[in-house]
């Protein structure tokens, strides 16, 4: 896989430059039931194959993704901790008294 392929695919999704698992997963069956053959809506052959060679290639770009735990990475990713840690001890905000 190049790096061009992996925006190639990118662009077929319509998706930016960050994407969880899941939003491709939704992605993916949304485009597919727009373009399946079976659907009766506006069924494009040459679409449907594209849209497959990229799922797959996403999905294998995915699996071998190296994910961080550190505990930067994870504030970045659950902003919600992130903020309730930075508040915790304030008396107004924060749950201590």
Partial sequence: MTYEELQHALR???LGDQASL???KNRHREL???YHPDAGNQSDEQAIRQLNESYKLLLEYVRHYRFSFDEDTFYEQCPEERIRRQYEEDPVWGSRS
Wanted: no cysteine; charged share 55%.
């Fill in 32 to 34: 597919a039931k727009r």
């Fill in 12 to 14: 077929v999704f319509d």
């Fill in 22 to 24: 899941k939003e491709i």
